[in-house]
């Protein structure tokens, strides 16, 4: 998606009278048109945040932004966080928007499905997965940093992945690229001691990405995104150090009622 008409905000949801925990705070969050992104798009909009998404299919990410519900509000800009023109778009509406508190670089591309190995993986298609997972959320970074300087709780929060640490046959393109975000996060964290860096593998989940990183299994079992939201919100809203995290491990376990599990 690229020209002026796709850049237009296409959605958003009025904020109600009552303050909320993340009254006037604004965060950018990439593809959030399903998913994850969409997932903590909603739990922050509902404490108040003002939040800008994208995604590049723009009816998607339009229902997907009338269904968000404040306190706060959505803002949905449609395309691609791999094209230039679009990732300043993106920054400027939150520059409209007075300030910037969170970046989360979610968008990300699988690759071909089923992923083949390293000795077969077409460089063409890894070019373009690391300009999207990679090149992209720095670029995003890179123009966001000025206004998260400046916000008393600036924070960025790459969403990586388990491929990115771990050997999986057939998993090289999106683990490598997976791998340096996480790299860029590291150095990034201790160059930017203003700014919370978070890089963040969310766990298995029930999505678009899994089922294609699957094709023709049953992902049912997965859990949903919901599941990785409360790991996410105490990093964007917690006190937590800069660093690697795995979002399930953030939210501490239900207590036990009393007998449960005891077989
Ligand atoms: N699902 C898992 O089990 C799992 C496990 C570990 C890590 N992760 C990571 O978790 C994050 C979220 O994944 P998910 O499972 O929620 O994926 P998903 O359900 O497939 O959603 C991906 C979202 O990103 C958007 N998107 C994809 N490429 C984009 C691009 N180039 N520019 C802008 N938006 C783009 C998609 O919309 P469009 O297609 O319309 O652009 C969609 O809104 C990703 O970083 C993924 O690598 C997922």
Redesign the pocket.
Known sequence: MKGSEAARPVAMTRRGEEGAVGEDRVGVI??????????VARALAEEGWRVVI????RE??EE?ASGVHGPGEVRAI??????ES?RVRLIDEARALGRLDLLM??????GPSPQPALADYPVDVLQEVFR??VV?PLRLVQLALPLLRRSPEGRIVN?????AVEGYEGWGG?GSS?AALEQLSNVLAAEEPAVRVYWV??????????Q??FPGED?SD?PP?EASVPGLIRLIEGDLPSGRYRARDLVPEEPRRAGEGAA
């Open positions: 990439t593809g959030a048109s399903r998913g994850l992104g969409l997932a994208d995604a590049r299919g998607a990410l997907a449609p395309g691609d966080v791999a094209d679009h670089n979610n968008a990300s591309l699988l999207a997972n992209g969403v990586t992945s388990d491929a999106y997976k593998d969310p766990g298995d989940m029930n999505t678009r990405m899994q294609e990183a992902v997965r995104p």
